[in-house]
């Protein structure tokens, strides 16, 4: 029996996406739910809510030159999507200075790296542009890079690096000042902080470090313990109950062993002793 050829099967796809684009939908809807437990750290993203191939997102930066950015940026699925050549368009609002970035439109260049050359549906997804969106901001060099759109900000990047920083601040300034700043139908809304949010989020972490502190050193920790919750005790191997202690989870970094406890190191070194306080921030 032959095998069909990729090409037979690309057409075979094609057709069956035109007599049923409902197939598409299906499609991305399964890439929706994978984005739900596996999208980049500090990357959130909704989709508008009329139009499933509009979608707005936000990417929240901690480390490196645009250390602080909160930068939007929308992504619009061409209807033919996921198929041959099929691009998103991926633009930054505003735009942000940037190699890879369009100063004018704002437009995310996919196609400078080879990783994009082409467009296949059978390696190339959401999941992968969100991956590229964020690792545009931590890249060491551009030299693999071809056809940037942003000649001034390669060449800063190379030649002037501290200028080109300066330059990255004022990007992370600017995405501070228009924070509230929404391009239509975006269904992520940021409000200026109010008292009720001090106390949410006073709850939520403690009175203050220093008692997190106090309590996480007041913890007996022994050998091959795993703490089950805040409050339940946990369970030697045998069965003794030994203490409570903390559930810790790792944001943004890793998690550590110590003395066969896991101990997992969260934004800027900060313990969370709650439970919730880790649901609430293990996207952030």
């Not at 598409?24 to 984005?35: C, P, Q, W």
């Not at 509009?54 to 033919?80: C, E, M, N």
């Not at 009175?207 to 007041?218: F, I, N, P, T, V």
Request: glycine fraction near 8%; hydrophobic fraction near 40%; proline fraction near 7%.
């Amino acid at each position: 029996m032959q095998t069909p050829s990729k090409a037979s099967l690309q057409h075979d796809k094609a057709f069956l996406d035109n007599q049923n684009p409902h197939l598409r939908d299906i499609r991305l809807a399964i890439e929706f739910k994978h984005l739900v437990g596996h999208a980049p750290g500090g990357i959130y993203m909704f989709p508008h809510p009329n139009d499933i191939r509009q979608l707005f997102g936000v990417a929240f930066l901690r480390k490196g030159l645009y250390r602080g950015g909160i930068f939007r940026f929308k992504i619009t699925l061409p209807k033919d999507y996921n198929s041959v050549g099929s691009y998103p368009h991926v633009v930054f609002t505003p735009p942000i200075f940037h190699p890879l970035v369009d100063p004018t439109t704002g437009v995310l260049r996919l196609q400078c790296s080879e990783q994009f050359s082409d467009w296949d549906p059978t390696k190339h997804f959401l999941i992968t542009v969100l991956i590229f969106l964020k690792k545009i901001f931590y890249l060491k060099s551009f030299d693999t890079m071809h056809d940037v759109p942003n000649e001034e900000a390669m060449q800063l990047f190379n030649a002037a690096r501290e200028t080109f920083s300066s330059r990255a601040q004022e990007c992370v300034a600017d995405s501070a000042a228009n924070l509230n700043r929404m391009p239509a139908g975006c269904p992520l809304v940021f409000t200026e902080p109010k008292p009720a949010h001090k106390a949410l989020r006073d709850q939520i972490f403690g009175a203050s470090a220093a008692q997190r502190e106090a309590k996480r050193r007041s913890v007996a920790v022994a050998p091959h313990i795993g703490f089950l919750s805040p409050e339940t005790p946990a369970m030697r191997s045998g069965g003794d109950t030994v203490g409570t202690g903390p559930v810790i989870d790792s944001i943004d970094g890793q998690t550590q062993q110590s003395g066969g406890h896991s101990v997992g190191e969260v934004d800027q070194g900060q313990n969370l002793s709650s439970a919730s306080a880790v649901i609430v921030l293990v996207r952030w």
